[in-house]
């Protein structure tokens, strides 16, 4: 078996999608009186009621830098062990655009469909083994994997750091009444309030920023659409990055609903770890 596997959908994406992830979304103590908060407090009320998150379902659209547009549809448990289902399509790429990724059990699989299968002998899912291969550099590349393992609320706090957030009015989403709000965040003044959170927190958030940076984000135009319950109903970010624009809508689809992922058949997956060590063996 060829051990060197284009993985399907670029990693770019991948990874982006996964650090990502959504702003995850949990019921607060009061319900509807963002809208009648001044706009900083009413944001910052709705990140902080992200911090109980256990699931969610999550749709994705946009542009991402390099991979162009992008649809994602995903459920994600985060309590109290993660696991994730999601499907991606990239749809400037044609048939190398559309992956699935399931995390479940500590390891990671991406799917690709017909095409992976030319390249891995008809097996269309590629297995890393998160503790076998210690989700190193390489496998970030490939895949994104230690920003799987992120708490995915982590940017829907950014806006808190924003200096003009405003109220832009009311609007509808996915059939909910929300309060539109805006602002826009410079990452340098981000990475400037770090030393204010707790340790767990400080981490998470460098690391989300991390990625941005990574990208040539230098500042982040942000919209969120808060519900009655004080949540997140729908989050956008939009920014300027090296390699072309970064436009990524997130919408809440479910909160805290069973989630249930299962690893693909093992008849048709190929196992990364073990074609690193056959390739050793005949080295």
């Known amino acids: 078996m060829n051990t060197s596997v284009r993985v399907p959908v670029g990693a770019g994406l991948a990874a982006l999608v996964l650090a990502a992830g959504a702003v995850g979304c949990a019921k607060g103590d009061e319900a509807g009186g963002s809208s009648d908060m001044a706009p900083a407090a009413a944001v910052a009320k709705a990140a902080k009621n992200t911090e109980e998150i256990d699931s969610l379902r999550y749709r994705m659209t946009g542009k991402v830098p390099e991979e162009g547009r992008i649809k994602v549809e995903a459920q994600m448990q985060i309590k109290p062990a993660l696991a994730m289902s999601m499907k991606m399509t990239a749809l400037d790429q044609g048939a190398d655009g559309s992956a699935e990724i399931r995390l479940v ?21 590629l297995k890393f083994d998160l503790e076998a291969m210690g989700g190193g550099d390489e496998l970030n590349q490939l895949g994104g994997v230690a920003q799987a393992e992120q708490n995915p609320a982590t940017e829907s706090t950014f806006l808190t750091g924003a200096e003009d957030v405003e109220k832009v009015g009311t609007e509808t989403v996915e059939g909910v009444e929300t309060t539109h709000y805006k602002g826009t965040v410079a990452l340098a003044d981000l990475e400037k309030t770090l030393g204010d959170e707790d340790e767990a927190t400080r981490e998470k958030r460098q690391k989300s920023l991390e990625q941005y940076e990574k990208m040539g984000v230098d500042e982040l135009a942000m919209d969120m659409w808060v519900d009655g319950d004080d949540r997140p109903k729908q989050f956008r970010m939009r920014g300027e990055a ?16 069973p989630v249930k992922v299962t690893a693909p058949p093992a008849e048709d997956t190929a196992d990364l770890a073990e074609m690193m060590k056959e390739a050793a063996a005949e080295s």
């Open 105 to 125: 059990d500590k390891a990671m699989y991406i799917g690709g469909g017909p095409e992976a299968a030319k390249e891995m002998d008809g097996k269309s899912w």
């Open 242 to 257: 090296d390699k072309g624009p970064l436009d990524m809508t997130i919408t809440f689809l479910g909160i805290n609903e």
